[in-house]
């Protein structure tokens, strides 16, 4: 039986797909012989709570930082990896529809989607610290060693300075000439962006000097066709650099999935 919560999920997710007629992702790009497409197989699987709409993921400390979206239902996360149970969360204020987060030192930065503000928090308390205005929408966050790195539902990542949240400049994600756009969450794997292209299976793995991809991740068919069931799309991408773990899930996704990523 449907819980209320996910009645209420679902009304959202069916008042988004109204709101949101322009974000499609454009398949023509993806056509380009040139650029390998990858497979998967599955490590291990966690749990994982179905009534987070999750927006951003990441590992830090042997534990996932998550932040949650929808306007009411938006949070930030502290979540252990091996039993889904949420160690740790603070709401978002309902004005404020939750997009990607990352962690950087003892702060973490949630974007917003179309308020355009980052909310920056105490990592360890949660505590509001401080907010930083962006033009335009906010999607996806992931950094490198030296910068936040920002994706808006455009073909561009924007580089920022993690101290004031200025865009630095923007890189334009290209496939043989093509722009690619509909990034969503990102995540920085050694070296590369891993972005998921929104509501598709696939993430875009891209050079973040040159914005080219390099290749995509083929992951449809992680969850069974009854698991699909009252799930909205792929997006959580988090990577353990301290034990070399790739995860995977979605949003209202019933488990976590660690993957190692394979030629196909």
Known sequence: MMTGVRKRYLLALVVLAVMLPGRRPGFAAWQAPSV??????????????RDAFTQGLQVVDGVFYEGTGLNGRSSIRRVKIETGEVLQKRDVPEAYFGEGIT???NELFQLTWKSGVTLVYDRQTFAPKRQHRYTGE?????QDRTSLIMSDGSEFLRIIDPATFTEKRRVRVHVA???LK?????????????????????????DPATGAVTGYIDFRG???PNERN???VLNGIAYDEATDRLFITGKLWPRVFEVRVTRK
């Open 36 to 49: 390998p497409t990858f497979g998967y197989t599955i490590v291990k699987t966690y749990p994982h709570d």
């Open 177 to 179: 000439g093509q722009a």
């Open 230 to 232: 009252y799930t909205d």
């Open 103 to 105: 962690v950087r030192g």
């Open 138 to 142: 906010g999607w996806g966050l992931t």
């Open 182 to 206: 509909n990034l969503n969450e990102l995540e920085y794997v050694k070296g590369e962006v891993f972005a998921n292209v929104w509501q598709t299976d696939y993430v875009a793995r891209i």
């Open 222 to 224: 992680l969850l069974t």
